[in-house]
């Protein structure tokens, strides 16, 4: 069973940002999409961003909350999927997670994702 890792989270000022890493071991990520999404405290997970794998040229997809601020890259050399977060808002807070897919799916449903991670936390206050 493959289980991914998050790491990265922690506390940032709103303008701050702050780099999430999801890396597997023993386990090739660039041929999965990998997604990232968010829970906060009495939310519905929700989808944050995906890249898709290396076959389909690792496209990437954006929640519109996200655009512009949000970026999700591969580094196939560490195995390693990032997400780096700019202008950081207090909106953003919640617990991230990243998961796995054959493909990115419609509208980053958290339902298409598996092998999940344990998630880490990120804080966004004044």
């Not at 709103?14 to 999430?20: A, T």
């Not at 794998?53 to 990032?82: C, L, M, P, Q």
């Not at 807070?93 to 344990?118: E, I, K, N, P, R």
Request: hydrophobic content about 35%; aromatic content about 10%.
């Amino acid at each position: 069973q493959v289980q991914l890792v998050e790491s990265g989270g922690g506390s940032a000022h709103p303008g701050g940002s702050l780099r999430l890493s999801c890396t597997a071991s023993e386990f090739t990520l660039d041929l999965h999409a990998i997604g990232w999404f968010r829970q906060a405290p009495g939310k519905e997970r929700e989808g944050v961003s995906c890249i898709q794998s290396s076959d389909h040229s690792a496209t990437t997809e954006y929640a519109d909350s996200v655009k512009g601020r949000f970026t999700i890259s591969r580094d196939y050399a560490k195995n390693t999927v990032y997400l780096q977060m700019n202008s950081l808002k207090p909106e953003d807070t919640a617990v991230y997670y990243c998961a796995m897919a054959w493909g990115c799916g419609w509208g980053l449903q958290a339902s298409d994702f598996g092998s999940w991670g344990q998630g880490t936390q990120v804080t966004v206050s004044a």
